[in-house]
């Protein structure tokens, strides 16, 4: 079942529309056409209640305001150093927001825009089709980018399926910046919340939480969750720099199964009994424990979210890959189809 809301106006005055989501198996969900944000989702507990397990805002101004909660995030998810990069020997000076760093796509994101939406019944639940051109110099990137975003709600979560075609050569690296508590969007902190992932290496950042280029093994450090884990374990962990640095975890992971697939990374909330897994083709997820959430943001129903409300699974090349020989390319070229599916279903 699909319906549809005003949800508010952009500060120019155009509407925003939510879409409400209902699966014939009781998952719910609402997307907006601002920022693809998935404003809400509902997953049942151990006793089959639901409850809503994501950050989110009530209105339009708190949106563009929060940090990416549940928003498409793009042309280039995480952070390229310097916000520079050179492609086929021409330099580009992308905009910087985050120190001297280009991140999550500059001042005006795929986050903070209107999309085409398209909502219709697809065989395996309602569907969002959201749509985008971005034009050529957009925050300074090269090429008309031309996106799709599916979102279906399917049986037991939420799949999202990405493409973008561009005319001229670029970069491109998108993802979605839910943020996940299992316990209810409300429920305070996520440390004791489990968590899993399938990969034998991190990357390392700089201070400034740029990839040094490594590709480090986790083996015996904090980033180790190839057994499940509770994240307060290992988010204030003093001795270990790389944590220090990120403020907690705020890190791409490698997936040992990259490229095809697979459930690549699960959480466990204890509490509730809910489960969230990550079913992903991507190379690499970064992993954020809302290290800089500290209150100020006011979310939905007035919620205040404090330090470590929440977790977010970005699926995704790894971050500055333009800048760094050694991580697999994030280069589209014209005829070329950018193309990558992640699901996450809860239990
Ligand atoms: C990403 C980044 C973090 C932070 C959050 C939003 O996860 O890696 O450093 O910017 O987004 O606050």
Redesign the pocket.
């Known amino acids: 079942m699909i319906d549809s809301r005003h949800f508010g106006c952009m500060p120019d005055g155009r509407d925003v529309t939510a879409y409400e989501l209902e699966h014939d198996s009781g998952m719910r969900c609402e997307i907006l056409d601002l920022g693809g944000i998935v404003t809400k989702l509902f997953a049942p507990d151990r006793r089959g209640s639901y409850a809503d397990v994501v950050l989110g805002c009530d209105d339009v101004e708190s949106c563009l305001q929060a ?2 909660f549940g928003a498409l995030i793009g042309r280039f ?3 390229i150093g310097g916000g520079r990069f050179s492609l086929d020997g021409v330099s580009y000076q992308l905009e910087t927001n ?1 120190g001297d760093n280009h ?2 796509g500059g001042v005006t994101g795929f986050d903070k825009v209107l999309w085409k939406a398209e909502a219709s019944e697809g065989e395996e639940g309602p569907t969002l089709k959201l749509r985008y051109r971005s034009p050529d110099g957009d925050a300074h990137y090269p090429g008309n980018l031309d996106v799709e975003v599916v979102y279906t709600l399917i049986a037991n979560g939420l799949r999202i399926a990405y493409e973008a075609v561009t005319d001229a050569p670029t970069i491109v690296n998108l993802t979605n ?1 839910s943020y996940f508590n299992l316990d209810g969007h409300d429920a305070g902190s996520v440390l004791d919340h489990e968590l899993r992932i399938d990969a034998d290496r991190f990357t390392p950042v700089s201070a400034a ?1 740029i990839p040094t280029g490594e590709l480090a093994l986790v083996e015996g450090t904090p980033f180790d969750f190839r057994v499940q884990a509770p994240i307060g374990e290992r988010v204030d962990r003093t001795d270990d720099e790389q944590i220090v640095r ?1 403020g907690g975890i ?2 791409n992971f490698v997936l040992n199964a990259a490229g095809t697939f697979a459930r690549s990374a699960k959480v466990y909330a204890p509490v509730s009994g809910r489960t969230l897994e990550v079913w992903t083709d991507q190379l690499g997820v ?1 992993i ?1 424990t809302g ?3 500290d209150g100020s943001v006011v979310g939905k129903g007035g919620t205040a979210y404090p330090k470590r409300a929440a977790i ?1 699974l ?1 699926t995704q090349h790894f ?1 500055d890959a333009p800048n760094q020989p050694a991580f697999p390319s994030v280069v589209l070229r014209p005829g070329e189809t950018y193309c990558t599916t992640t699901e996450y279903r809860f239990g």
């Open positions: 940090p990416y998810g995480n952070r985050d991140l999550h910046h939480l990120g705020d890190h970064q954020y290290n800089f959430l977010c970005e971050p």
